[in-house]
Each structure stands twice: as C-alpha cells, then as structure tokens.
C-alpha cells in the first residue's frame, strides 16, 4: 500500500510501532520503580540503577552489535533481534531478584539499541529519497508518543495488577509487532558494513568531544531528576498514586514541545543559542527544591523542565554530522551515532547521581545535583563555540591570504 507513490504506508507504520514499543520499554521503569523497589526488597536508589544500567548498555553496546551483526541479511537479522526483545521483556516479568532483572534490562537495552539502528535503514528501501527523511521522523516520532501514552498505560497496568504484567504486556504487543515486521517489511537482504573501528579518530576532534560532553551533561541535568520524578511527584508534592499516569502523561506531551522547538532552535542558529537553554534548564533544576512545598508550582515546574529536556537533539546532531562532515566525511555514520549515545551515557551519568542524592539528603535536593550538569553543559557548549569562533577565523584568514597571493601574481 503506497501513498502518493513515494513510501509505503504499512512499512512505515509498522517501524513506528516498532520505535514505539522500544521507547515503551526503556521509559517504562521510570513510572513503576515505586512498585519494583517494593516487590524485589530494595530502596528506590537502587532500583534506579536499573536505568543507569540500561542508558550505559544501550550507549556502549549498540555501535559494536550493530556493527557485527552488519553482513548479515537485515530482514531476518531485524526479526531475529524483535525475537530477543521479546524475551528479554519476558526475563524482566518473571526475574526473581534483582540481579536477574538488572541482566534482563541490560540485554533489552543492547537489543533495542540495535533493532533501531537495523530499522532506520529501511528507509532507503521503503521510502523515495525525498522521503527518507520525513519517514526516519515519523520512526523517532514513535519515542515521543511513547511517553504519552505508552508509559502511562504501562504505569495504570501496574497499578491494577502489578508491574511484572507491564513487562508481559510489552511483551505481547511486540509478538504482534513482530508478526508485521514479518508480513509486511521487504526482504531487502544484506545491510551495508560499517566498519567503526576505522572511523574512530573522529573522537580526535575537539568539537565533536566538546559537542558529546555538551550532551552527557545536558541529558544527565535531566536524568539526575527525571528517573526519580514519580516517587518525587507522590512522596515530595503528595500526588496520589492514582494521578500520576495523567501528569506522566501531560509531561509526555511537554516532551513532544520539547522535540519541536528543538528542530527550530536548530534553524535559528542551532548551538549558539543552546547557552541560554541550558541556562534555563539549570535554573528550572534549581527550583525544584524551591517549589517542592507546593503542588502546584511543582508540576508547573516538572512541566517547563519537560519541555527543556529535548531541546538539545537537533541542534547537537546537526553539529555532529556537519563536523563529520568538515572534518572525516566517512565517519558520517559513526556521528549520526553520536548524540543518542552521548545522551545515553548523560543518562546513565545523572540516574546514578540521583539515586546518590536521594540515599544520602533529602530527594528535592537531586534538582540541585542536576543543575550542576545544566551549567557544565552550558561551559561545555561556551567552549565550543569558542573552539569554532577560533577555526573561522583561521579559515578566513587562510582565505584573506589566497586571495593576496592571486592578486600578487
């Protein structure tokens, strides 16, 4: 089934579900990890782990994965790994402890990283050129409708029964998944290599290291509060439990402002504005433990910090393909790796000091922790910018010069 001839609309839905049911799973323990913490005998610091775990899993592991499982055919490698997430949501549901379920999130973590990495490349095949674009957002925009509703539904299965059922039910909806991934994507055979190990001296650069420690810190600043923000919401500002899926979900919809005045912010000068975002972000961080007294001013809070979580994406992906491509044109596929990797590791980064901050003070002081990321994020993000001021002067300079010499001959 074509629309307008130019991609395929079954193919497409199906990649969207299949992004939808990845951003499900990873997002999901954020709105459960009061029940995990219970029912495996473990603080609620602890249990955040299970998403510092996930982020780092997810961030060292796919590029390699993704890189060994490239020769293979991508079709029946993409059905295969769908197969392994499948079970890996099935370990999570009937781990018995919590060491199991920390194996269980890592495996899922791998596994989703690549079935996304191995999903985007049917764009060339499902979609024109002039397309692939517009399809490879509509694949993203699966993560952002995840946190409206996917979470919340897996928070509300929670609470009705409890949180193991979540984990069977993600695991069900992917057979489904699965079963149209296998009716309804082509068999477009072997993928290309992608040989990582000879692109990576572009981590030599000094924008692309300035630009991923822009991003760890920027996604740390958020992570330090968010993996902790439902026990903050019920605990702190005395939410009842039963709300909380509608505020996840009206932060979810926060979330999708977030990735649109991301792509806008891009267009208008890109990182040179991101200062003023992360100074924002770091004052928004900071009056967490302010209005931690009020309801109210809580969740309109939570909300602004929602809508400062995403801003960074576009912004920061454009700057690492453009210096990739400046720079080592071929390592072009190891930088569109680079800003959900970095992100990944910023989550990691700011899960585990949250759940430092809250076993050791009080948990609205884990806003704090966070905005100390927002402003390392904000000087990561100054320098680099200087770094580029400095190499446009030289290359002017450069230019100043050619153009005296041709004038002198």
């Given amino acids: 089934m074509a629309v307008g001839k130019n991609y395929s609309l079954l193919p497409v839905f199906t990649l969207v579900l299949l992004s939808f049911i990845l951003g499900t799973s990873e997002f999901i323990v954020v709105g459960i990890l009061s029940d995990i913490a219970q029912d495996i005998g473990c603080s609620i610091a602890i249990a955040g782990n299970l998403i510092s775990f996930f982020a780092f899993a997810y961030a060292v592991g796919t590029p390699f994965i993704t890189a060994f499982l490239s020769p293979f055919n991508r079709y029946y490698t993409l059905l295969g790994l769908t197969v392994g997430f499948i079970f890996s949501n099935i370990l999570c549901a009937i781990a018995p402890d919590y060491f199991i379920l920390i194996v269980a999130r890592i495996i899922t973590a791998i596994i989703s990283g690549t079935i996304l990495s191995v999903s985007m490349t049917f764009s060339t095949d499902i979609a024109s050129p002039q397309d692939q674009a517009k399809v490879i957002s509509w694949i993203f925009s699966g ?85 902790f923000m439902t026990p903050f919401i019920i605990q702190v500002l005395q939410v009842p439990a039963m709300e909380i899926s509608l505020i996840l979900s009206i932060f979810g919809i926060s979330t999708i402002i977030s990735n649109l005045l991301s792509g806008r912010i891009a267009g208008m000068g890109g990182i040179k504005k991101m200062p003023i975002v992360y100074c924002v972000q770091a004052i928004c961080l900071i009056a967490i433990f302010i209005t931690s007294h009020s309801t109210i001013l809580g969740l309109v809070n939570i909300m602004v910090i929602g809508i400062m979580m995403y801003l960074q994406n576009a912004p920061a992906q454009l700057h690492f393909l453009r210096t990739a491509k400046l720079e080592k044109p071929s390592a072009l596929s190891l930088a569109s790796a680079l800003n959900p990797v970095s992100f990944n590791i910023g989550i990691a980064i700011g899960s585990t000091l949250g759940s430092l901050i809250i076993t050791f003070v009080e948990m609205p002081y884990i806003g704090v922790g966070g905005a100390i990321f927002a402003f390392f994020a904000m000087f990561a993000n100054l320098y680099l910018l200087k770094d580029m001021t400095k190499m446009s002067k030289r290359s002017s300079s450069r230019l100043s010069d050619l153009k005296m010499n041709k004038s002198n001959m």
Avoid: D, E
């Avoid at 059922?165 to 993600?170: A, C, S, W």
């Avoid at 909806?173 to 990576?200: D, E, T």
């Fill in 143 to 227: 993560f952002s409708v995840s946190s409206i509703f996917g979470v919340p539904i897996g928070t509300l299965i929670c609470q009705a029964f409890n949180w193991r059922t979540t984990f069977i039910t993600l695991s069900i909806f992917s057979v489904i998944i699965l079963f149209m991934l296998w009716r309804f994507l082509p068999n477009v055979g072997k993928g290309a290599k992608n040989n990582l190990m000879s692109q990576f001296s572009l981590f030599k650069s000094v924008r692309i290291q300035y630009g991923m420690l822009m991003v760890i810190c920027g996604a740390a600043g958020s992570y330090v509060f968010y993996t």
